[in-house]
């Protein structure tokens, strides 16, 4: 069946501006398939609307690589779903491993930017993963449930048919370690179980779930082959033009 193929790149806190930019431009010169699939960049919020300006007419949108929950108000630091769309963003990554991790947010955080997103238009890609430990004790699959539920709570199916899925375990993110084909594939099928038990076959079959975690240019094929892979969320491999243009043009 034809699911959504999703590419995208989370350029996380790295690149100035002018370094971003070549980035993007290089990205725009590069890129060759065209047909059939999305691609999405995160570079960090103070670039993103000179970023979504240049992917006007081009096959790139954008994104936020993270926002807050509520409109405006008191929230020193923070950027609203608002700013977001004024910034020509249409996507929003959520629940990203480092937020979890390194910044804390809840499965509670994860669900408020969720309603936020949809609530303004703004399509969520939803991030998931278990860390090493998890993994090892036999609780991949709880983990991922108890993250989707948590994400999901309150949304109806017609809202939910709006998000994206990036499976991304925390063991695999930033290490070089990247997840067997087998893995990624087991655990993207475990997912579709979790969403067909909360919304039913359509929607865990219509769902796009990305990999994410140490992609590169010498070990995408194998995932790629993978019947339910539906793209990537590539990190440090999508900082650099030539590497990243390898991936996309996949
Ligand atoms: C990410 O930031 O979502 C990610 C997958 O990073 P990396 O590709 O560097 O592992």
């Known amino acids: ?44 919020s103070p670039y993103l609307k000179d970023i979504s300006a240049l992917c006007v007419s081009t ?50 955080d994860v669900n408020r930017k969720v309603k936020a997103a949809l609530a303004h238009g703004i399509e969520p890609l939803l991030c998931i993963g278990e860390l090493l430990n998890e993994r090892e004790n036999g609780e991949t699959v709880s983990v991922l449930k108890r993250q989707i539920h948590g994400a999901f709570s309150g949304i109806e199916k017609s809202a939910a048919e709006k998000v994206s899925i ?16 087998e893995i990624a594939e087991k655990a993207h099928v475990s997912i579709r179980d979790i969403i ?15 990999y994410g975690g140490s992609v590169k240019p010498d070990n995408i094929a194998g995932l790629y082959k993978m019947n339910n892979i539906d793209g990537f969320l590539v ?16």
């Open 1 to 44: 069946m034809g699911r959504r193929k999703i590419f995208a790149g989370n350029w996380k806190m790295y690149k100035t501006y002018s370094e971003a930019l070549e980035l993007v431009n290089g990205l725009k010169a590069g890129l060759k398939k065209t047909a059939g699939r999305e691609y999405i960049l995160f570079p960090p």
């Open 196 to 210: 067909k038990e909360l919304y039913g076959e359509d929607l865990a079959l219509s769902v796009p779930i990305l």
């Open 166 to 181: 990036a499976y991304e375990p925390v063991w695999a993110i930033g290490t070089g370690k990247v997840a067997t084909p």
């Open 59 to 108: 096959p790139f949108v954008t994104g936020a690589q993270n926002m807050y929950s509520e409109n405006q108000g008191a929230f020193t630091g923070e950027i609203s779903p608002l700013m977001v769309k004024d910034c020509g963003a249409s996507f929003i990554l959520i629940g990203h491993s480092e937020r979890r991790h390194v910044f804390h947010e809840t499965d509670e």
């Open 235 to 250: 990190g440090g491999a999508s900082l650099e033009i030539k590497g990243f243009l390898e991936i996309i043009n996949i």
